[in-house]
């Protein structure tokens, strides 16, 4: 069932077609049809590729710093069930608090630097990576604990035996949540106190009035979001093959 | 049988904080002018709230997110019944959800604010644009897995197609589509204050920025509970509706339990 609909094509083609008679109606430079964007792309593929790998090196950095914290905090607060409940309101708290509006905050302390911009980003991958680890870990079938117990592990080895391993399906969930949260921080953060990356490319093609290249830098934003998403998907799939096998209807 | 810790926990997060808070505060670990102490901040809370200045803001950041939210709950549940009535539109708009879906609704503002202005239509397009997906998704996804058996009830019952949507399939997305409105009331806060920042003209997300620029860092503490206190409110709207449309579902689930 590969085949592709033509149908479903002619959706987006649609589309294209009615922003192109749109924008020929307007007749101005701050309303560019898509076969403007489409040759902005090509005159500044450069460009915005390069000010994209800024931004992605960034992004990663925070999504990284965000996993060696969030996931070991998780699994503790899952395990040290007490403690997970007396704080599971605190982590409900921080849920509400948007990423943005820590932005300016972040800015005061740490400068306007690469490490202002991966603090805040790491601080939006931590959310959705601490909630999944730790809601997975504290949910964990009580027979994997007796399992531990029997087998006289340690506190400690429990959690890197047995907890983390059985949470992974969930903070795969999260992680996901969070790369998504990673990068649309990264490129808003730089908005707001920018020195490069695609960020401050759409902010100056803004004030130089060229809409098109900028739209073409948000058509390679999606272009990239897409990616990700596809190898986030992939990998899920091959790692986490053996959760996918047990969960699979039999047939 | 409730645990002890239940009882004790919100209290003990407060006080956490607090605790916490204080005594980075009387360490002096951060510098006063970065890092005020809770009274300060309440008390510049306090003189905002007083001198109006956080209602005024606060009534146009939370009224724009709402109108947003109104939209594109409207508008995403609209879409999904159409995809589900017209399985090829269906398809066709998935490229379309797939290629706008990554776009943060930073990266809008300065595409479209010669175009709109810097009046509602900006945050409503921004807004709507990015908090369309969680409903419009969810919604899909739960008209296509509405069971047989309900279907075939309904046949039974001679509900015509049309009324086997509105009286059948519909009911029965609506908790999944209220999930998915859930998690666009946050979303759509986020696209708000983003907006006013950028846009920066008015409501909370702007005087976040201007209070940072001018390092009154209390009042930008102050102001990023006003925020959170927003986030809380608009969940618990949904929660309201949600209680008001789909309250069998939430009674079927805790009877369950």
């Known amino acids: 069932m590969k085949r592709i609909d033509h149908r479903a094509l002619m959706v987006p083609i649609v589309i294209l077609i009615l922003w192109q008679i749109g924008s020929l109606l307007y007749a101005t430079p701050l309303f560019p049809g898509p076969v403007k964007v489409a040759a902005s792309i090509a005159k500044n593929f450069n ?8 931004t992605l090196l960034r992004a990663a950095a925070g999504f990284a710093l965000a996993c060696v914290t969030m996931i070991p905090l998780g699994i503790f607060l899952g395990r040290v069930r007490t403690l997970g409940r007396l704080l599971e309101p605190l982590m409900d708290m921080l849920a509400t608090l948007p990423p943005p509006a820590v932005i300016p905050l972040v800015m005061l302390f740490a400068g306007t630097g690469d490490w202002a911009k991966i603090v805040i980003i790491a601080y939006a991958a931590s959310v959705p990576l601490l909630m999944n680890t730790y809601e997975a870990s504290h949910s964990i079938h009580p027979l994997l604990s007796k399992v531990a117990k029997s087998l006289q592990l340690s506190r400690f080895e429990t959690m890197r035996l047995i907890d983390l391993p059985s949470s992974l399906p969930m903070i795969a969930t999260g992680a996901r949540l969070a790369i998504a949260a990673s990068l649309l921080v990264s490129i808003t953060s730089e908005m707001l106190l920018a020195t490069n990356g695609i960020g401050v490319y759409l902010q100056r093609s803004q004030e130089t009035f060229k809409i098109d290249a900028g739209l073409a830098g948000i058509a390679f934003i999606s272009l990239v979001g897409i990616l990700i998403n596809a190898l986030v998907y992939r990998l899920e799939k091959r790692l986490l093959f053996w959760h996918y096998r047990d969960t699979a209807p039999a047939e | 049988m409730r645990h002890w810790s239940d009882k004790l926990r919100v209290p003990f997060s407060i006080g956490l904080v607090v605790l916490v808070w204080q005594t980075v ?11 005020p102490s809770i009274v300060s901040v309440a008390q510049s809370f306090w003189a905002m709230i007083v001198s109006g200045d956080i209602p005024a803001a606060d009534l146009k ?13 409207v508008l995403g549940i609209a879409l999904a019944i159409l995809s589900d009535l017209y399985p090829s539109f269906g398809k066709g708009f998935r490229y379309i959800s797939d290629v706008v879906q990554p776009i943060p609704p930073a990266a809008f503002v300065p595409m479209a604010v010669f175009s709109l202005g810097l009046g509602i239509k900006l945050y409503a397009f921004v807004i709507i644009l990015v908090t369309i997906w969680p409903p419009f998704l969810n919604g899909v996804a739960a008209l296509q897995s509405v069971s047989g058996v309900q279907l075939n009830t309904g046949r039974m019952l001679g509900c015509s197609n049309r009324e086997l949507l509105w009286q059948i399939k519909l009911p029965a ?85």
């Not at chain 2, 505060?25 to 890092?35: C, N």
């Not at chain 2, 950041?61 to 709950?73: C, D, I, Y």
């Open chain 1, 47 to 54: 460009v915005i590729v390069s000010e994209l790998g800024h």
């Open chain 2, 173 to 257: 997305a609506m908790p999944e589509i209220f999930a998915g409105l859930r998690y666009a009331a946050t979303i759509s806060l986020i696209a708000v204050i983003v907006s006013e920042m950028l846009a920066g003209r008015d409501g909370v997300g702007f005087m976040i920025f201007k209070k940072a620029f001018a390092l009154r860092t209390a009042d930008v503490f102050a102001l990023m509970f006003v925020v959170a206190i927003n986030g809380v409110m608009l969940n618990g709207l949904v929660n309201v509706l949600r209680r008001a449309i789909v309250g069998w579902h939430i009674g079927m689930m805790e009877r369950s339990e």
């Open chain 2, 25 to 35: 505060y009387l360490l002096g670990i951060v510098s006063e002018k970065y890092f």
């Open chain 2, 61 to 73: 950041t939370f009224g724009r997110a709402l109108v947003g939210l109104a939209g594109a709950g």
